[in-house]
């Protein structure tokens, strides 16, 4: 009776980034929860381990687990860069991957990427919103500013990317989260 109350839980692994699990030990675990039936596998980036790349890999190497960026970190690259290698890793996974975004904190953002860390906040909704649009075939305009108004930073700059018309149908399902607008799971520091 009480089972049949309860929701189920999907179990996944999160497997970080070097030095705390080698590349090798990475595919190894994200094949062993492919073979566990497990629900998902996340790949993070930081210093030195780009998480699109081992994603790539691990996609190649896996056959059902879902595949999920824990998280791709706003600085390191342009929104509609990143909706580009979302939609690759989607195709290249067969519908499974699933985007995790978020800017990382200072210390990252400034001293790794060279990108000043200002309106965390704002600067995830704006690059949220760019990533949606471009996911979507949408046009994506050229400002001079960001959305709220202020100068550019490399997180609201962005240009018109005729290349978006090109992206396969497919790549519009690719399943973002939270859910019921579905664009990422975010994380910021306020």
């Known amino acids: 009776m009480i089972a049949s109350t309860l929701a189920w839980m999907r179990i996944g692994l999160f497997l970080a980034y070097w030095p705390w699990f080698s590349l090798e030990e990475q595919v190894d675990l994200a094949v062993m929860g492919d073979e566990l ?16 790349s081992v994603l790539g890999l691990l996609a190649g190497k896996t056959g059902r687990i879902a595949l999920g960026s824990g998280l791709m970190q706003i600085p390191a690259r342009q929104p509609a860069a990143t909706a580009m290698a979302a939609a690759s890793l989607d195709v290249i996974s067969g519908g499974r991957f699933r985007l995790g975004l978020g800017v990382s904190g200072p210390q990252v953002s400034e001293g790794w990427y060279g990108v000043p ?14 990533v949606r ?58």
């Open 37 to 52: 039936d497990l629900d998902s596998v996340w790949i993070s980036e930081a210093w030195g381990q780009d998480a699109v």
């Open 117 to 130: 860390f200002a309106r965390p906040l704002a600067r995830t909704r704006e690059y949220v919103e760019i």
């Open 133 to 190: 649009r471009a996911l979507s075939r949408e046009r994506l305009p050229t400002a001079a500013t960001s959305t709220a108004g202020e100068p550019e930073t490399p997180a609201s700059t962005f240009s018109l990317m005729l290349a978006v018309e090109r992206i396969p149908h497919r790549t519009a399902s690719l399943t973002l989260y939270p859910r019921p607008h579905s664009c990422a799971w975010t994380a910021s520091r306020a």
